[in-house]
Nanobody, 117 residues
Framework: QVQFVESGGGLVQPGGSLRLSCTAS????????MGWFRQAPGKQREWVAQ???????IYSTSVKGRFTISRDNVKNMVYLQMNSLRPDDTAVYYC???????????WGQGTQVTVSS
C-alpha cells in the first residue's frame, strides 16, 4: 500500500512561485508513474501533471509552461515547481501514483496553495 505526504504549500502573491514536495512510500510500482493533482474550492479534483520513472513529463493545458514536475528516485521524492502563479491555481494539491488515483483511500491530506494579493 502506497502512502503520500505532500508539503510546501502556502500563501503566495500572483506571479509568485512555490515548490511542492511529495514523499512516496511503498513499492516500486508506485514510482512508475507519478502525478500531481489539485482540488479547488467547489470543484472536483483535476489532474495537473505527471512524470514517468524515466523523467518524461506531461502537463495539463492550464499549467503547461508554468509548472514543472520532477522526481528524485533515489530520495523517493516528487516535486512540483510552480511559477507564475495565478489566483485560479488556488487549491489543495495532492500527489499520487497515477495507477492508484481512482482509489479513494490512496490520497494523502494534500497541501494548501493559496494565490492571493
Amino acid at each position: 500500500q502506497v502512502q503520500f505526504v505532500e508539503s510546501g504549500g502556502g500563501l503566495v502573491q500572483p506571479g509568485g512561485s512555490l515548490r511542492l514536495s511529495c514523499t512516496a512510500s511503498g513499492s516500486m510500482f508506485s514510482i512508475t508513474l507519478m502525478g500531481w493533482f489539485r482540488q479547488a474550492p467547489g470543484k472536483q479534483r483535476e489532474w495537473v501533471a505527471q512524470v514517468t520513472n524515466g523523467g518524461s513529463t506531461i502537463y495539463s493545458t492550464s499549467v503547461k509552461g508554468r509548472f514543472t514536475i520532477s522526481r528524485d528516485n533515489v530520495k523517493n521524492m516528487v516535486y512540483l515547481q510552480m511559477n507564475s502563479l495565478r489566483p485560479d491555481d488556488t487549491a489543495v494539491y495532492y500527489c499520487n501514483n497515477m495507477a492508484l488515483s481512482g482509489l479513494s483511500d490512496s490520497w494523502g491530506q494534500g497541501t494548501q496553495v493559496t494565490v492571493s494579493s
